[in-house]
């Protein structure tokens, strides 16, 4: 692929390129490759894990479109690549946000124009700041009755900070709005030495990785309500039971589950 126009170290591997590569997307480099071989190596069902959350928000956006949903602000984005919402549901005004520079600056230039679609930097643990930017006003105008999405990231954030977005975002948005939110669990307790190699990598990137127990998870998605689907394995919601082998839980228990919640 070109070299992209901004500033970028492209002999550094970015997690969100690495991610990319990861889903078969051609946003990356040489050493955004190897950093994900050598993962694959540590653990190999991590390409079939990240192919299963960017389904999941495929098929999330597309359901949420097929509600009438037709705004959306999605929370740490990564690339807009492989199916992302604005690809999915092209007429849906859109807002990504992501804290990772790289992400933003790239994501801009892989989005070009699109009128629908506004790329902003920010942490999103600064959830207050993200919900006051100018950019909310600026393609929502007065709308708050949104979809919003909190997919691949609650592995990165502490129970604390989930528990401050899952407030802020419930009392900004209006009535029928709904959040799709994925997590990353695993048995509690169990590891291995790849595993914990495994988590040592991103420990070392700076972005440590917590893995909650499912029971945890329905804590702290309050005050949304969890709508009567449940709960459930990616798998199922996309009908993929048999995708998953025993061999791929990594012998540490891995399961990702997916849920929509509601204000009602
Ligand atoms: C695993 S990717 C998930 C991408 C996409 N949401 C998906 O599900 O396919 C995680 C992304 O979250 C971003 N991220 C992690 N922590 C963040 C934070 N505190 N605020 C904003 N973005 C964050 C990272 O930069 C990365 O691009």
Same mark, same amino acid.
């Given at each position: 692929?070109?070299e ?7 002999? +550094? ?6 991610y990319?590569?990861?889903l078969? $997307?051609?946003h990356?480099?040489?050493?955004d490759r ?13 390409r ?7 389904m ?19 929370l740490?984005?990564g690339?807009?690549?492989v199916?992302h919402i604005?690809?999915?549901?092209p007429n ?28 902003l ?5 600064n +959830?207050?700041a993200?919900?006051s930017?100018?950019? +909310?006003q600026?393609?929502? $105008? ?6 919003? $999405? ?12 989930i528990?401050?977005i ?6 900004w ?6 959040m799709f ?8 307790g ?6 914990g ?6 420990d ?5 990785m ?8 329905r ?7 969890v ?7 990616i798998?199922?919601w996309?009908g ?12 540490? $228990?891995?399961?990702f ?8």
């Amino acid at each position: 692929m070109a070299e992209p126009k901004a500033a970028m170290d492209i002999n +550094i591997p970015n997690a969100a390129r690495v991610y990319d590569y990861s889903l078969g $997307g051609s946003h990356n480099f040489e050493a955004d490759r190897q950093a994900a071989e050598y993962m694959f190596t540590l653990v190999p069902s991590t390409r079939k894990w990240v192919r299963l959350l960017r389904m999941f928000l495929h098929d999330a956006a597309q359901e949420l479109s097929d509600q009438g949903f037709d705004m959306f602000l999605d929370l740490a984005s990564g690339l807009p690549t492989v199916e992302h919402i604005h690809s999915t549901v092209p007429n849906a005004k859109v807002i990504y946000v992501d804290n990772d520079p790289v992400v933003v600056n790239y994501g801009k230039e892989i989005l070009g124009d699109n009128p629908h679609v506004r790329f902003l930097e920010e942490d999103i643990r600064n +959830i207050d700041a993200v919900l006051s930017s100018p950019v +909310i006003q600026e393609v929502f $105008g007065n709308h708050r009755r949104v979809a919003i $999405g909190l997919n691949g990231v609650t592995v990165f954030l502490s129970d604390e900070e989930i528990q401050r977005i899952m407030r802020a975002t419930y009392d900004w948005a209006a009535s029928g709005s709904k959040m799709f939110v994925t997590w990353e669990t695993q048995a509690e307790g169990a590891m291995t030495p790849q595993w914990g190699q495994f988590l040592g990598m991103f420990d070392q990137m700076g972005s440590p990785m917590h893995l909650i127990p499912e029971a945890k998870a329905r804590e702290l998605v309050k005050p949304w309500h969890v709508d009567e689907r449940d709960f459930r394995p990616i798998t199922e919601w996309l009908g993929l039971k048999d995708y998953i082998t025993e061999q791929d839980r990594e012998g540490v $228990g891995l399961e990702f589950y997916g849920v929509y919640l509601t204000k009602p």
